[in-house]
C-alpha cells in the first residue's frame, strides 16, 4: 500500500539525488560584512602602513578578551602548534588532549614532535574535564591541551586548578568560544594561553587567521619571537607566521560587528530549539544562557527513539543539500595516524561518538530555511525505520 | 605593484560568494602558475614558511636546500631533519654539481630547489635558460620549486608560496597535507596541516600578475 509517508519517503533527495535546497546550507557562520565597510580598511592593509593594521586587530582583541597580550598569527593550527612546541615542559614527550574533537589536533601535536595522549571527555559538556585529566595524568605529561567544546566551555576553573596541581602547563583551544564569558571570566585570559581562528567559518571572519592571547608577560615575551621567524632572537624554534594585513583589515570589520552576528546566531538557535522541542529522540545541546555566549553551533543529540542512525540522517539530510555534519567523528582515538598515539579509557567518548550532529547555523542561514531543515528532519525521525530500510534495499 | 587605491581588486569574493580558502579565484591562480612556469601541477600554500616546511617533510631522501636563507633554517630546525645546504651565493639557487652528486644517492630522493626571488615567472624561467640549469634539468631534477609570494616581490599575496612541481602523486599528497583539496581527488596522509590559502591572497596574486580573476 502507498501511504503519504511512503510517498514523502520516494521524494527524498537520498533516493531521488534531487535536493530540497539548490544553494547548500551550511554549518559554518561564514559571516561576511558589507563591502563598503571593509574598504577604507583594506586600502590600509594595502598600503605601506599596512602593519598598521595587524596592530589595530592584536589591540581590539587584547580589549574584547580583557587580555594583555594578543599575537596574531596565520591561522588557528598554527597558534596551537607554537604554543603547544613554546610551552610544553621540556624533557616530556605528552601532550594530554581529549579525543573527541577538531579532526586535526592530534596532527598539531605530532608537528611538534610530541606524542598525543588521548583522554575521556565529560558527558554532559562533552569537554575534556578536571577528573578525565587526573585518569590519564603521568610523569611524562608535558602539556594538557584543553579545547572548549563547540556548545558551551569546558571547566576552566576546574582544569586550571589540576593542572596547577601536577604543575602542568595548560592551553585553551577557544576556537569555537571567542564571544563566551566563562565561570565569569571572559574566554582568553585563561590557562598559560588561548588560541583562536579567524577563518571564515568561524565568529569572526577575517578570511582566514588565528591569534594568541595570554596575561602572562613571559609567555607573550616567548611566543612573539616563535611566530616571527626572526633566527637573530632566542627562540628555539621559529618560523614566519604573520598574519596577512589583508586578512586583519577584515578581522577588525568582523569584531565591530559581532553583536549583529550573535544576534542573528540567537534567533536561529531559538527556532531550533522551538522546531525541535516534540521531536522524539532527538534533543537540542542547550547554550548555558546563565553565561554570554554567541549562539553559533547547532548541535543535536540523536537517541535510538529516533528510529534512524546519525549517520544516515546525516547522509539524508546532505542529499537535500543541508550540509549537517557528524559531531567530531570518528574520535581521533579511531583514526590511523603517522605518528605514535597514546589512548587512555574512553567509554563516554565512544558512546556519544556515534550520537551527535551539527546542524546549519550561521550568517547565511535563515529561519525559513529552518522551518524546511526540521520539516525534513521530522519526516527522517518518524519514519526512521523505513528510510533505513529503503536505504538497505538501495544499496543491496 | 598593488596598493591602496586597488581595494577594489576585492570585489570579486563578494561577487561569486566564495570567502573561504581555494575557491575559484586560486583555482584560477594555479592555472595561470602552471602554464606560466611550465610544470604541470601547482599547490598554493597560503604562508611561505608552512609551505616550506610541508615540502620538506614530505620529500624522502637528501634534501638540498640553499644555505642563505632563514626560511628554509627555520623550517630546517622546526622538523629537526638534515638537509644539505650547498648553494651559490649570487642567487641562492643549488649548484648542479649538488644535484647531480645528490642523485646518484638514491633514485627516490627527492630535491627542493628555493629561490629567493624572481621578476616575474618568465623572468624567473629566463633566469634557468640562461643559467647552467637548463628547463629540462630542473624537469628532470629537481621535483619542486617553491615561489614565494610576499611582499616586495613582483608575485604578492602577503605571504603565500606556490609549490610548483609536475609529480601528480606528490602534489596530491601536498594539497591533502594543506587540509585543502583543491584540484585532485582526496588521498591519505599520515598527518595535515593548515596550509590554505585565501581567495583575498589569490586576488593580489593574480593582481601582480595583471590577470583579471574572471578571465
Given at each position: 500500500m502507498v501511504t503519504k509517508e511512503t510517498k514523502l519517503l520516494e521524494n527524498l533527495g537520498l533516493f531521488t539525488g534531487m535536493p530540497s535546497f539548490t544553494v547548500p546550507v551550511s554549518t559554518s557562520n561564514l559571516y561576511l560584512p558589507e563591502y563598503s565597510a571593509c574598504e577604507a580598511l583594506f586600502r590600509r592593509a594595502l598600503g605601506p602602513d599596512n602593519h598598521s593594521v595587524v596592530e589595530e586587530l592584536e589591540k581590539r582583541l587584547c580589549e574584547f578578551h580583557s587580555v594583555k597580550h594578543c599575537i596574531s598569527v596565520c591561522n588557528g593550527f598554527w597558534a596551537l602548534v607554537m604554543?603547544?612546541?613554546?610551552?610544553?615542559?621540556?624533557?616530556?614527550?605528552?601532550?594530554?588532549?581529549?579525543s573527541l574533537t577538531y579532526r586535526r589536533l592530534a596532527d598539531l601535536v605530532s608537528w611538534t614532535g610530541k606524542v598525543p595522549h588521548f583522554c575521556d571527555v565529560e558527558a554532559t559538556s562533552l569537554a575534556i574535564s578536571p577528573k578525565s585529566i587526573e585518569a590519564q595524568v603521568n610523569e611524562r605529561v608535558a602539556l594538557v591541551l584543553a579545547p572548549h567544546p563547540i556548545v558551551n566551555c569546558c571547566d576552566v576553573d576546574g582544569i586550571e586548578a589540576v593542572c596547577s596541581r601536577h604543575d602542568l602547563p595548560v592551553i585553551f583551544d577557544s576556537v569555537e568560544s571567542v564571544y563566551e564569558i566563562c565561570q565569569g571570566r571572559r574566554v582568553g585570559g585563561a590557562g598559560l594561553a588561548e588560541c583562536f581562528s579567524l577563518h571564515a567559518s568561524k565568529l569572526i571572519n577575517g578570511f582566514e587567521g588565528g591569534?594568541?592571547?595570554?596575561?602572562?608577560?613571559?609567555?607573550?615575551?616567548?611566543?612573539?619571537?616563535a611566530v616571527s621567524g626572526e633566527t637573530s632572537g632566542t627562540a628555539a624554534v621559529t618560523l614566519d607566521l604573520a598574519l596577512p594585513p589583508i586578512h586583519a583589515a577584515m578581522a577588525i570589520q568582523g569584531l565591530k560587528e559581532i553583536e549583529e552576528n550573535v544576534l542573528h546566531n540567537k534567533t536561529l538557535y531559538s527556532a531550533y530549539v522551538g522546531a525541535l522541542e516534540q521531536l522524539p529522540g532527538v534533543s537540542i545541546v542547550e547554550f548555558m544562557t546563565t553565561e554570554r555566549t554567541s549562539y553559533k553551533n547547532i548541535l543535536i543529540k540523536?537517541?535510538?527513539a529516533a528510529g534512524i542512525t546519525r549517520d544516515l540522517l546525516v547522509r539524508a539530510l546532505n542529499a537535500e543539500n543541508i550540509l549537517a555534519r557528524a559531531y567530531y567523528s570518528p574520535p581521533l582515538h579511531q583514526k590511523a595516524t603517522a605518528y605514535r598515539t597514546i589512548c587512555g579509557e574512553m567509554a563516554v567518548t565512544e558512546d556519544a561518538a556515534d550520537k551527535y550532529m551539527l546542524l546549519p547555523c550561521g550568517a547565511n542561514t535563515s529561519t525559513s530555511d529552518i522551518t524546511i531543515i526540521v520539516e525534513l528532519l521530522t519526516l527522517l525521525v518518524e519514519n526512521g525505520r523505513a528510510v533505513e530500510a529503503a536505504w538497505k534495499k538501495k544499496n543491496g | 605593484m598593488v596598493n591602496g587605491d586597488h581595494a577594489d581588486i576585492f570585489k570579486p569574493i563578494w561577487t561569486s560568494g566564495w570567502f573561504t580558502n581555494h575557491g575559484p579565484i586560486a583555482r584560477r591562480l594555479e592555472k595561470e602558475l602552471t602554464a606560466r612556469s611550465g610544470f604541470r601541477e601547482c599547490v598554493l600554500v597560503g604562508v611561505e614558511a608552512i609551505g616550506v616546511v610541508m615540502a620538506l617533510d614530505c620529500?624522502?631522501?637528501?634534501?638540498?636546500?640553499?644555505n642563505h636563507c632563514s626560511m628554509t633554517i627555520n623550517a630546517q630546525s622546526f622538523l629537526n631533519k638534515t638537509l644539505c645546504s650547498d648553494a651559490r651565493g649570487a642567487d641562492w639557487l643549488v649548484i648542479r654539481s649538488s644535484l647531480e652528486v645528490t642523485n646518484k644517492a638514491t633514485e627516490r630522493q627527492k630535491i627542493a630547489l628555493y629561490l629567493s626571488d624572481a621578476?616575474?615567472?618568465?623572468?624567473?624561467?629566463?633566469?634557468?635558460?640562461k643559467d647552467e640549469l637548463s628547463a629540462k634539468i630542473l624537469a628532470q631534477t629537481a621535483n619542486l620549486i617553491l615561489f614565494p609570494m610576499r611582499s616586495g616581490?613582483?608575485?604578492d599575496s602577503q605571504g603565500g608560496v606556490a609549490i610548483l612541481l609536475s609529480d601528480a602523486g606528490l602534489a596530491a599528497h601536498l594539497r591533502n597535507v594543506r587540509s585543502s583539496y583543491g584540484a585532485g581527488a582526496p588521498v591519505s596522509v599520515g598527518k595535515t596541516a593548515n596550509g590554505r590559502i585565501s581567495e583575498a591572497q589569490c586576488l593580489l596574486a593574480l593582481s601582480g600578475l595583471n590577470v583579471s580573476p574572471g578571465n
Open positions: 604554543s603547544v612546541a613554546v610551552l610544553a615542559k621540556g624533557g616530556r614527550e605528552e601532550v594530554l588532549m581529549p591569534y594568541i592571547t595570554t596575561n602572562l608577560d613571559w609567555v607573550a615575551e616567548a611566543l612573539r619571537p540523536i537517541d535510538k | 620529500l624522502i631522501g637528501k634534501i638540498c636546500v640553499p621578476a616575474s615567472i618568465q623572468t624567473y624561467t629566463a633566469l634557468l635558460l616581490f613582483t608575485i
